[in-house]
């Protein structure tokens, strides 16, 4: 092979392995890391109306979390439309893991601008604010608007739901951190991570 044949071999090579490394750390940055699992079926656990609401409606996101009531585990429900519902754990879910998010909170939610929807499964911390490493870990949980988007309070970033979860106001940053085993049907909605 002649030198100039090599180099442009190289060179080919040497890009493709970058493009490749590029590639990889963007998907790996896009995706939470951390573990996840929530898993809802609607057969089994009955109706939560926000959570029916946001499965059927494009643009209307879940904010889901686990909280106890009188010694009791709930699922608790609330739309970025103020719809807000509770339902308590069945016998499975108290004995399987559950894990919501790194801080007890994931948005779910079908995008309004896709055709046909993508469903989105995000953390609900603010991935710029949000360290799991601090002692004591704060919370930044994002609060939500009618028109999809997810503020944070600390820093001002505002996401926009619909398209990633990308920054759409405030000081530039990373997007939120997505689920990438994320799932909703008639049947179930699940976020494993």
Same mark, same amino acid.
Do not use: E
């Given at each position: 092979?002649?030198?100039?044949?090599? +180099?442009?071999a190289l060179a080919t090579s040497c890009l493709s392995v970058l493009l490749l490394l590029s590639s990889c750390t963007e998907v790996e940055n896009t995706y939470c890391r951390f573990p996840c699992r929530f898993v809802f079926n609607m057969q089994r656990h009955g109706i939560s109306l926000a959570l029916n609401t946001m499965a059927s &409606?494009?643009?209307?996101? +879940?904010?889901?979390?686990?909280?106890?009531?009188?010694? =009791?585990?709930?699922f608790r429900f609330a739309t970025?439309?103020?719809?807000?519902d509770s339902v308590i754990f069945t016998q499975e879910d108290a004995l399987s893991t559950?894990?919501?998010?790194?801080h007890n909170g994931i948005i779910i939610g079908f995008g309004a601008f896709d055709s046909p929807p993508i469903f989105y499964a995000y953390d609900a911390q603010c991935r710029n604010c949000f360290d799991p490493d601090a002692?004591?870990?704060?919370?930044?949980?994002l609060s939500m608007n009618t028109a999809g988007m997810a &503020? +944070?309070? =600390?820093?001002?970033r505002s996401y926009n739901l619909n398209t990633g979860g990308n920054?759409?106001?405030?000081p530039s940053g990373k997007n939120l951190w997505r689920y990438q085993q =994320?799932?909703?049907? &008639?049947? =179930?909605v699940s976020v494993v991570n």
């Open positions: 092979m002649n030198k100039k044949k090599y +180099c442009v &409606t494009p643009g209307v996101f +879940c904010d889901v979390s686990r909280v106890l009531h009188k010694g =009791a585990s709930y970025n439309h103020q719809q807000c559950v894990l919501i998010g790194v002692i004591p870990v704060k919370d930044y949980r &503020t +944070c309070k =600390a820093c001002g920054v759409v106001s405030g =994320a799932s909703c049907n &008639t049947v =179930a």
